[in-house]
């Protein structure tokens, strides 16, 4: 079971807190129906997706770097935010830490140009933060050679009136006990809840748990070693605890890291997208393991493990190396490439009208409206304190709406057609072995995947106006007894040959496109 957290969210305008209750009831269904594991809920109540001024999201954006949890699920995309570039933004930190982002009501969230275009803006930030990284690397550099504190002062030590690394005598201790304890051979869990028992928290301020338990036993600073890049200075920082200890703890992590445990935390990269081509179920991950020990994982249909589909279940290995070659074979081809970037331009300037401008306007309107009749009931006579109030909080808004419109006009940059081929080419130099990209396409273009037990598998595309979720009567409706042949040849599965026919890439708009292979 892939961790997963539920970020909901409500604004203060026409809904109510017992929507925050469908949206976690939605994401649960959504949640079991795919193989995730919800772990945890971030709720931010009346508060609008276009600011990011949104506690727990904030804290859900923090959490992400801690490796606790693999997925979120938002009920529909607006949610995560109402802005295109500012989720752009804002999913580039949850999706670099290895996050993945679902939502619960829209399989083809927000139209499909849009999905691409969202990518490509990811891709940006990318760019752009990584530009800024090396220039800060600099800055960064030439502190490391003075051994100052950079970033995270960890749990025990303290920043010196100097800027280096100094004991900090009110937590050190608890560093100290936590090596101790783990060298007796107490648990991982037993030490974090005997920790977050008595009170001590992390230098986050945080409950301890495994992960942050990890990332204490395996810092070098606590023996006295200050690293940063190539910069590697023995006693360099004074040190907590003695080496002997450090490393038989080091000993002990990569025995229990070996165990069988771990061996299962296995990254399912269709988890949402994989169906079964029967009945129409999600086929979620699933593993065995055989009698030599050796750990095997599997695609498994839902109804399947209820007993109402006879669907065999498909390795894990075949079945997404063979996605993954399409959606690459997908990229390579330039006029695919130039179609996408003409509907993304297309796309931008569609979406400009309804974009966070146009939910300024009308909340100035209502601004407006509200304001006019606060001035008509005074001149009636109504002149009371809470109405004169009232009417200072209208002006201070009003003030605040004609700030945001003159903010989001010069905000929301758009790309245009140069930038977009730029980087859909860029992705054909990706690495098919890094999981992160490999996440990365089957996000951006793949929608969802029918496979059946008669040779026969179909890919559904992002490149539909249509804006509902594919359904597997839509699937059937469209590729009928699967005679159209297939857009690409791909690789067989064992005992089956190639496909002879390819079909063009005009129809790719018109209709909820399908790849039928013929396996």
Not at 102 to 109: G, H, L, T, V
Not at 202 to 227: D, M, V, W
Not at 236 to 242: E, T
Not at 384 to 406: C, D, F, N, T, W
């Amino acid at each position: 079971m892939i961790p997963a957290v539920i970020y909901a969210r409500y604004s203060s305008s026409g809904q109510r807190e017992e929507s925050i209750e469908g949206q976690i009831r939605e994401c649960r269904e959504f949640a079991e129906k795919n193989g995730l594991n919800i772990i945890g809920e971030y709720v931010d109540k009346a508060l609008t997706g276009r600011t990011d001024k949104r506690p727990d999201f904030q804290r859900m954006l923090r959490d992400s770097e801690r490796g606790v949890f693999k997925a979120v699920i938002c009920w529909k995309m607006d949610r995560f935010a109402r802005n295109r570039y500012d989720s752009a933004l804002y999913k580039y930190k949850p999706k670099k830490n290895g996050v993945r982002i679902f939502y619960a009501k829209e399989s083809i969230p927000d139209g499909p140009e849009g999905i691409i275009l969202e990518s490509v803006m990811e891709g940006y930030a990318e760019y752009y933060s990584e530009n800024l990284r090396q220039n800060v690397k600099r800055g960064f550099y030439d502190s490391a050679l003075e051994l100052k504190v950079l970033g995270h002062v960890p749990i025990g030590y303290k920043k010196a009136p100097d800027g280096r690394f100094a004991v900090d005598p009110d937590t050190a201790h608890i560093v100290k006990r936590i090596f101790e304890e783990y060298a007796a051979g107490i648990s991982a869990k037993e030490i974090c809840q005997s920790l977050n028992k008595e009170g001590y928290r992390t230098s986050q301020k945080a409950l301890f748990n495994k992960n942050s338990l990890r990332r204490i036993l395996e810092n070098k600073k606590y023996i006295g070693i200050y690293e940063y890049e190539d910069i590697h200075v023995e006693n360099g920082i004074p040190a907590i605890i003695d080496k002997e200890l450090f490393d038989k703890c080091q000993t002990m992590l990569e025995r229990h890291h070996k165990s069988p445990a771990a061996q299962r935390d296995t990254t399912f990269l269709l988890t949402a997208k994989l169906f079964c081509g029967h009945c129409g179920e999600a086929m979620t991950g699933d593993s065995g393991t055989s009698h030599t020990g050796k750990v095997h994982t599997y695609y498994t249909c839902n109804g399947r493990k209820q007993h109402t589909c006879d669907k065999k279940r498909v390795r894990k290995e075949w079945i997404e190396d063979l996605i993954i070659e399409q959606l690459i074979k997908l990229i390579h081809s330039d006029e695919f490439i130039d179609t996408v970037a003409d509907r993304c331009v297309e796309y931008q300037a569609r979406e400009k009208d309804n974009s966070a401008l146009q939910a300024l306007e009308n909340r100035q309107k209502e601004n407006e409206k509200a304001i006019a009749n606060l001035i008509k009931a005074i001149e009636n006579g109504i002149d009371s304190p809470s109405v004169k109030s009232r009417l200072v909080a209208l002006e201070a808004e009003k003030a605040q709406i004609e700030k945001g419109m003159a903010q989001q006009l010069i905000r929301e940059p758009a790309l245009d057609r140069e930038q977009i081929v730029f980087f859909l080419k860029a992705l054909r130099d990706g690495d098919v072995n890094d999981d992160m990209y490999k996440a990365f396409l089957v996000d951006t273009f793949l929608n969802a995947v029918y496979l059946y037990d008669d040779n026969k598998l179909v890919l559904v595309l992002n490149y539909t106006k249509n804006k509902s979720k594919v359904t597997l009567e839509l699937i059937e409706k469209e590729i009928g007894d699967g005679g159209g042949g297939s857009l690409f040849a791909p690789l067989s599965s064992p005992g089956h040959e190639r496909p002879r026919s390819c079909r063009g890439l005009s129809a790719f708009f018109e209709r909820a496109t399908s790849i039928y292979i013929k396996l």
